[in-house]
């Protein structure tokens, strides 16, 4: 996370003021960009080559569209994505990627250089979907409403990523600094966000800004990561016949009172403070009605605004069942329950002040198409680069859409391809325009 001192806020915020004349970053509503942000995004939108990169958009609506249902129809459940990948990566190539390739974790990276090299600024979308394997992801169309499980999250952001490579190369737009066109994967539930995890390990493509398409409508400059800890609790014994073997120490009792210790003790701690949530999402284990179970399951997600809070719930989920256990097997059971916590998630928390020149640039030019900006903390792939403290922001996707994540996903091609331009001139803009 980056931070600054008490001292440091009020002198940038001067120097602001004295440079690009505008006293205020946060409007009384929403978010305000300084005048020289502003002022790069119109006079960017006015250049030959970006004026026709936008016109060449609104050309390949028709095209982006069967491009979103090609890949919709290509199943990407978790840890499964690589035939979707291989599709994706073909439709780079067609676009006009410079080079494309396959990394050792599945991620699609395609680059277009920039005149100098000095700097690489990635574009990406997740392939993955939530959905698990044998979902039926065939498109239908009602009106003008596309539905299938994933249209929206996040297959709509990989044919915007193709729209905007096309349309660059078709304009010829040129940028000082490199260009990545990435569909990652892994960044659904238990992927824990393993394709960009990957990217950033030793950040071997030396990626020096980050902007990840994902979520709804334009608007959205997502510049905090919301941290994440998950878990799956094991609760171990012998198993026997409940009659037969009555009085055994049962891993589903156990489980239970472990579930009323941990809410117990984290309800109190999220009752004030930084906002922190706690959620139990799956339990199992069991073989029958007539069998004391030989195993007992459950999944946790714990989330947190506050990296310091998230460790403490932790802290707290963890004293919490080994208390239950001990509690659980001295209440006169015979033998013993054993507990093992198997960490399925990790995902950091982070911050980037609104200063931050990607930030900056991201709000003018949502201000720039009319939307209603909101700064917004979530749990996306920018999370990973935000909390290294390198530049990183998730724009919206465009259009409008619901029931993400259901068998009802829904999106509709409702002033989309300003989602397009409005990620292509983000890009640009960071990347540093030439002509």
Do not use: C
């Amino acid at each position: 996370m980056i931070k600054r001192t008490s001292f440091q806020k009020p002198v940038f915020f001067i120097l602001i003021t004295l440079l690009f004349g505008n006293t205020l970053l946060y409007g009384k509503d929403l978010p305000v960009a300084a005048k020289v942000y502003n002022k790069e995004i119109k006079k960017l939108s006015k250049q030959k080559s970006i004026t026709k990169a936008l016109a060449i958009i609104d050309e390949l609506e028709p095209q982006t569209i069967k491009d979103l249902i090609t890949l919709t129809e290509i199943p990407a459940p978790p840890f499964k994505e690589k035939v979707r990948a291989e599709k994706f990566s073909e439709m780079l190539k067609e676009a006009g990627a410079e080079k494309v390739w396959i990394d050792t974790e599945g991620n699609v990276i395609a680059l277009k250089k920039g005149t100098e090299g000095s700097k690489v600024v990635a574009l990406d979308a997740h392939m993955d979907t939530v959905f698990p394997e044998g979902t039926d992801v065939t498109v239908t169309q009602k009106g003008d409403t596309l539905y299938a499980p994933g249209i929206g999250d996040d297959t709509r952001g990989l044919s915007m990523i193709i729209a905007i490579l096309k349309a660059i190369k078709r304009a010829n737009v040129q940028t000082k600094a490199d260009l990545l066109f990435i569909g990652t994967v892994g960044e659904e539930g238990l992927g824990d966000l393993r394709g960009v995890r990957h990217i950033f390990k030793n950040n071997e493509l030396n990626i020096d800004s980050w902007i990840s398409i994902d979520g709804g409508s334009i608007g959205r400059v997502n510049n905090a990561g919301l941290g994440s800890k998950r878990y799956k609790a094991v609760f171990k014994g012998k198993g026997g016949h409940s009659w037969g073997a009555f009085g055994l120490a049962n891993p589903h009792h156990a489980l239970g009172m472990a579930i009323t210790e941990f809410t117990k003790n984290a309800t109190a701690f999220t009752a004030q403070g930084p906002r922190t949530s706690f959620n139990i999402g799956r339990i199992g284990g069991g073989t029958s009605v007539n069998a004391i179970p030989f195993e007992s399951w459950m999944e946790v997600d714990m989330r947190s605004a506050s990296a310091e809070r998230l460790k403490q719930i932790d802290q707290i989920f963890r004293t919490s069942m080994q208390q239950a256990v001990k509690k659980y097997n001295a209440a006169g059971v015979r033998d013993k329950v054993t507990l093992e916590l198997v960490p399925i998630g990790d995902r950091p928390s982070g911050e980037l002040p609104i200063e931050t020149p990607l930030i900056q640039r991201a709000v003018a030019v949502s201000n720039f198409f009319g939307a209603k900006t909101k700064l917004t903390r979530g749990s996306t792939n920018a999370n990973i680069p935000i909390s290294m403290g390198i530049p990183a922001v998730t724009i919206g996707r465009g259009g409008k859409g619901g029931g993400a994540h259901s068998l009802g996903e829904w999106w509709l091609n409702k002033d989309g391809a300003d989602a397009i331009k409005l990620a292509l001139l983000l890009t640009v803009a960071e990347a540093g325009f030439v002509k």
